[in-house]
RNA sequence: GCUCCCAUCGUCUAGCGGUCCAGGACGUCGGCCUCUCACGCCGAAAACACGGGUUCGAUUCCCGUUGGGAGUACCA
């Protein structure tokens, strides 16, 4: 057997999300355990949504949890470039390649006639949805000239009408998808570059993936895959689909209901080997029932055969006693220490606390009174925190909007955040001496403490985030309908903070 | 709607036809230890979704129902 090769390709949009470790420790110990190799790919081939500050902080952020990948965009390797931007051409080419052998063709039809074509198919009831073949009709030398023409079209793969296609899971075994369920699509957008699914094959072929470990949400999308790995009669790479991480509610793990960012484990104090060790041990078990193992123990005895199927609810809890088991057995007194210090208690961090504490400090000891809150993950709020400040059902809102607001911030800096709590304050008309006050409780646990958007800024946005959620629950948190007609006049707002920054 | 995936305690799971009136862990509740707390230890409550098959025998295999999830984009 040749070698075995997997990867892990994360898109650069967004925070690094704990979903892309646990998909990355997967591919990470099946490579190890099998003798190959492990390559880390960015999948940065959306131009509207990628950015380089994503790229670096999810690089970053995996780098903090020891998964350490052989090649990849930062260590280079024998099949870079490993960003899919640097890449154009070659999918450029290869959808050129599909076109010549009429595995494709240009489709020019506007977002209006598909948007249309959409509602109809809908309304029809049938049950199938998808592009209708609309611009297959066009002769080779029309399309030819209409594209010369310079007229805007994208490139879209063509399948079959009829049968079913075998996807063969390395766990499920064959699952068997109507053709008619699997959409004409887009290959090569009108900017140029190309979607998920060319450049994914294209580059799993040319970067000798052997074994795609990745989410069961791209289980549908498979059969697009396999028909293009047959359009260009490479051999595929064996696909296994592992289970979703979820929320409590069962629904997809997300970051409206959880806090779903690496960093926000990382700034609370979980130690990258607990996160490792817990993420492995959801979906996965070690032999023997062992509860707490480190990366290594777990990749040399990784056998996928173990994965469970069922979508596991990431519990905090759970993951919480793991990092105590790692901290008070696996981790020395010494090494403790230098984990504290690289964690918040250092020069720079104390830096910048003592400069917003002097003020209000007592002794040097009050520090830890005055401070506290910044090294807490959640905080205890006290009881009857947010009394005599507002409504709840008020307060739940102003919670949700601020939150709402400061997602979608690009950066994470003082002004930027101050900024979104005026306007916020102006929105529902009040005086910031009036709106503030909940903030200062939701944030930092106490009615009066250090000044609050310094304060944000130094947690970090995960933690902010989560601390804000936290308040909206203690209030009593904020209905469907209610966050729905909420949502609905954020608008303004939502569009000012995007720009922010 | 349509297609696909999944289904053991509240949660994560062990179990791959008899060893299971189902084992471990988190959490919860008792107790022990102890200068408090924590650690540690002991114990308790807590599950094979339902209905059909197959089989001498189903938690384990097959089918259906129900439930949950995902997909259905010029996002990945």
Redesign the pocket.
Known sequence: MSEVRTRV?P?P?GDPHVGTAYVALFNYCFARVHGGKFILRI?D??QK?STEASERAILDALRWTGLQWDEGPDVGGPHGPYRQSERSELYREHARQLLDTGHAFRCF???ER?GEL?KQQIAD?S?????DGHCMGLSADEAQRRADAGE?H?VRLIVPREGACRVDDML?GP????WT?V?MQ?LL???G?P??HLANVVDDHHMGISHVLRG??????APKHLRLYEAFGWEPPVLCHL??L?NP????LSKRKNPTGILWYRDMGIVPEALLNYLG???W?MPG?V?VFSLDEMAAVFDA??I??????F?L??LT?INRKWL?ERIDDADLVERLIAWKLNRDFLAQVAALARTRLDTLGSLADIAGFLAMGRLPLPDGAFEGMAEPGELAEWFVMVEEQLNVLPGWDKDAIEAVLRRSAEHVDQKLKKFLPPFYMAVTGKKASLPLFDAMELLGRDIVRDRLRQATDAVGGLGNKKRKSLMAGLTPLLDQAAQAG
């Open positions: 390709a898109s949009t999948e081939t959306d949504r039809c506007t977002a598909l959409r009831g049950g199938l949805l998808g592009y805007a994208v499920r699952i068997e998808i109507p369920q959409d887009v957008k009108s900017d570059l979607t998920y069961e949400e791209w289980i549908n999308s289970p979703l979820r509610d069962q629904s997809k041990s959801i979906a078990s029932e509860e055969s173990r469970s199927l069922g979508g596991p609810i519990d809890e759970k006693w008070r």
